[in-house]
């Protein structure tokens, strides 16, 4: 029996709304056996390392967005083609919008900006093969794409990652030809690619391909999304693959990749550090792997789905999968599909997911933080990775990568601010009232303890609390 895949997930959660503390036990883990974490440092136990702020870290994953293609549209005919006996694929899809307009795009990206709202956007390279987003995309006028592209550059990129989801998230590309593996089956679907074991640097000239796409179009990429199933029988190798093609086509010093989802209700919703080598040199590696929480409610891969926006939150945040999460200080990264954001142009899943948002905004205001997915990725490298040692005045902290409003928390009972000194310098630090208060270069002080938030540094640093 094949390893159910995070399209499964979803769609069985779509099916049967509210389940999701059952579905968690048969759905993909984000803990993946036989992905090694490789090296981790020493840490003393006199610190501890809180969460960004004092906050726990929400995001939204947006999976199979591209630009102006309706991958709903466009995608459900080669599945058809590829499983013809899925009665799933049998949707009425000649019916649907082939477009997802910019002015959608345009409107949800300002929205998200106003509300604070960061995560990850996908950017399909060549959308159910459709067209090369580097070159022609038919249907559409070249002056359509590049404006497409522009808006994506101009009002995306400040608050969302860019990934590919492979090629195609359909069809394997014949990385010499450029063109899709026949026939249309499981094997030559990415989604369900590679059925045998490839090697780190086969799946790493997959990824390179779809990443020089987007890097031809002006879009930074410092992680990847999986379309599906894809690379379910090479884990360890793809974690590997991804480093490799990132670090090579974008030099990124912190890859990321998303492909699980931590759906169940005990598991936990935390990055994964996995392949960590080379911590205390000049270059330390590792990869992250960051899970989403939920399962997809808004509207579905395909925008067929109603959405059930009060399965991530109801109304006054008092139920639903995030509210789960925020109360037990997990991280709560929320995942849905841009074709059900548009909801066959009904955008009935974005008007589910405003409420959502406005919801744990309102309750949880100056209890979470809404982080990028390359953000949350950073801070748990840093967090994991760091080398705490005790010393006589304090302690050591040696990071083998910066880290934004990095917080800890030490015991001290002295008067006085802390100090912190990195390469000769130790810049004044403001004592704040409230943990609420708390950014950067700021501390707060708790009967026999010391909250601390900094901009660590790469390298060491000293601490005296």
Same mark, same amino acid.
């Given at each position: 029996?094949?390893?159910?895949?995070?399209?499964?997930?979803?769609?069985?959660?779509?099916?049967?709304?509210?389940?999701?503390?059952?579905?968690?036990?048969?759905?993909?883990?984000?803990?993946?056996?036989?992905?090694?974490?490789?090296?981790?440092?020493?840490?003393?136990?006199?610190?501890?390392?809180?969460?960004?702020?004092?906050?726990?870290?929400?995001?939204?994953?947006?999976?199979?967005?591209?630009?102006?293609?309706?991958?709903?549209?466009?995608?459900?005919?080669?599945?058809?083609?590829?499983?013809?006996?899925?009665?799933?694929?049998?949707?009425?899809?000649?019916?649907?919008?082939?477009?997802?307009?910019?002015?959608?795009?345009?409107?949800?990206?300002?929205?998200?900006?106003?509300?604070?709202?960061?995560?990850?956007?996908?950017?399909?390279?060549?959308?159910?093969?459709?067209?090369?987003?580097?070159?022609?995309?038919?249907?559409?006028?070249?002056?359509?794409?590049?404006?497409?592209?522009?808006?994506?550059?101009?009002?995306?990129?400040?608050?969302?990652?860019?990934?590919?989801?492979?090629?195609?998230?359909?069809?394997?590309?014949?990385?010499?030809?450029?063109?899709?593996?026949?026939?249309?089956?499981?094997?030559?679907?990415?989604?369900?690619?590679?059925?045998?074991?490839?090697?780190?640097?086969?799946?790493?000239?997959?990824?390179?391909?779809?990443?020089?796409?987007?890097?031809?179009?002006?879009?930074?990429?410092?992680?990847?999304?999986?379309?599906?199933?894809?690379?379910?029988?090479?884990?360890?190798?793809?974690?590997?693959?991804?480093?490799?093609?990132?670090?090579?086509?974008?030099?990124?010093?912190?890859?990321?990749?998303?492909?699980?989802?931590?759906?169940?209700?005990?598991?936990?919703?935390?990055?994964?550090?996995?392949?960590?080598?080379?911590?205390?040199?000049?270059?330390?590696?590792?990869?992250?792997?960051?899970?989403?929480?939920?399962?997809?409610?808004?509207?579905?891969?395909?925008?067929?789905?109603?959405?059930?926006?009060?399965?991530?939150?109801?109304?006054?945040?008092?139920?639903?999968?995030?509210?789960?999460?925020?109360?037990?200080?997990?991280?709560?990264?929320?995942?849905?599909?841009?074709?059900?954001?548009?909801?066959?142009?009904?955008?009935?899943?974005?008007?589910?997911?405003?409420?959502?948002?406005?919801?744990?905004?309102?309750?949880?205001?100056?209890?979470?933080?809404?982080?990028?997915?390359?953000?949350?990725?950073?801070?748990?490298?840093?967090?994991?990775?760091?080398?705490?040692?005790?010393?006589? +005045? #304090?302690? %050591?902290? !040696?990071?083998?990568?910066?880290?934004? $409003?990095?917080? /800890?928390?030490?015991? *001290?009972?002295?008067?006085?601010?802390?100090?912190?000194?990195? +390469? #000769?310098? %130790?810049? !004044?630090?403001?004592?704040?009232?409230? $943990?609420?208060? /708390?950014?950067?270069? *700021?501390?707060?002080?708790?009967?026999?303890?010391?909250?601390?938030?900094?901009?660590?540094?790469?390298?060491?640093?000293?601490?005296?609390?």
């Amino acid at each position: 029996m094949r390893e159910p895949t995070r399209r499964d997930f979803l769609k069985t959660s779509a099916a049967l709304a509210g389940a999701w503390g059952a579905l968690g036990a048969r759905s993909v883990r984000a803990y993946v056996p036989g992905n090694p974490p490789g090296e981790r440092p020493r840490q003393d136990k006199g610190i501890e390392v809180l969460h960004p702020r004092g906050r726990v870290p929400l995001s939204f994953i947006i999976d199979d967005s591209t630009c102006l293609v309706n991958m709903g549209h466009f995608c459900m005919p080669q599945f058809a083609a590829a499983w013809p006996r899925r009665q799933q694929y049998k949707k009425p899809w000649k019916t649907w919008p082939r477009e997802i307009p910019d002015s959608f795009v345009r409107e949800f990206g300002q929205w998200c900006a106003t509300h604070g709202v960061r995560g990850k956007y996908s950017i399909v390279p060549n959308p159910a093969c459709v067209g090369w987003l580097d070159r022609e995309l038919p249907g559409w006028s070249r002056r359509d794409l590049e404006e497409s592209l522009a808006l994506v550059r101009d009002l995306m990129l400040p608050n969302w990652d860019i990934h590919p989801e492979m090629i195609t998230h359909t069809r394997v590309i014949d990385l010499k030809t450029g063109r899709p593996l026949e026939p249309a089956n499981a094997a030559t679907m990415e989604n369900s690619w590679p059925q045998e074991k490839k090697s780190v640097d086969e799946l790493a000239e997959y990824l390179s391909y779809a990443l020089k796409i987007l890097k031809n179009c002006g879009l930074p990429c410092e992680g990847v999304t999986t379309p599906g199933g894809f690379g379910n029988l090479v884990k360890p190798e793809l974690s590997l693959a991804a480093g490799e093609a990132l670090r090579d086509v974008y030099g990124v010093e912190l890859p990321h990749y998303f492909k699980y989802v931590a759906g169940g209700k005990d598991e936990s919703t935390e990055p994964r550090i996995e392949h960590a080598s080379g911590l205390g040199t000049a270059s330390p590696r590792a990869v992250v792997n960051v899970p989403a929480g939920t399962g997809d409610w808004f509207g579905g891969w395909d925008g067929d789905v109603k959405s059930r926006g009060h399965l991530y939150s109801n109304d006054d945040a008092t139920s639903g999968r995030m509210v789960e999460l925020i109360e037990r200080g997990a991280p709560a990264v929320m995942l849905c599909h841009w074709p059900g954001m548009y909801t066959q142009g009904t955008r009935e899943g974005f008007g589910d997911f405003k409420k959502v948002v406005v919801a744990l905004n309102t309750k949880y205001r100056d209890r979470t933080l809404w982080m990028k997915i390359s953000e949350i990725a950073r801070y748990w490298a840093a967090r994991e990775l760091t080398a705490i040692e005790r010393k006589a +005045a #304090g302690f %050591s902290l !040696d990071a083998p990568f910066a880290c934004p $409003a990095f917080t /800890l928390r030490v015991k *001290s009972k002295r008067a006085g601010p802390p100090k912190v000194t990195s +390469a #000769g310098r %130790s810049p !004044d630090l403001s004592e704040v009232r409230k $943990a609420r208060d /708390l950014v950067p270069g *700021s501390w707060l002080r708790q009967e026999d303890s010391l909250t601390l938030c900094l901009d660590l540094p790469k390298g060491r640093s000293r601490l005296e609390p």
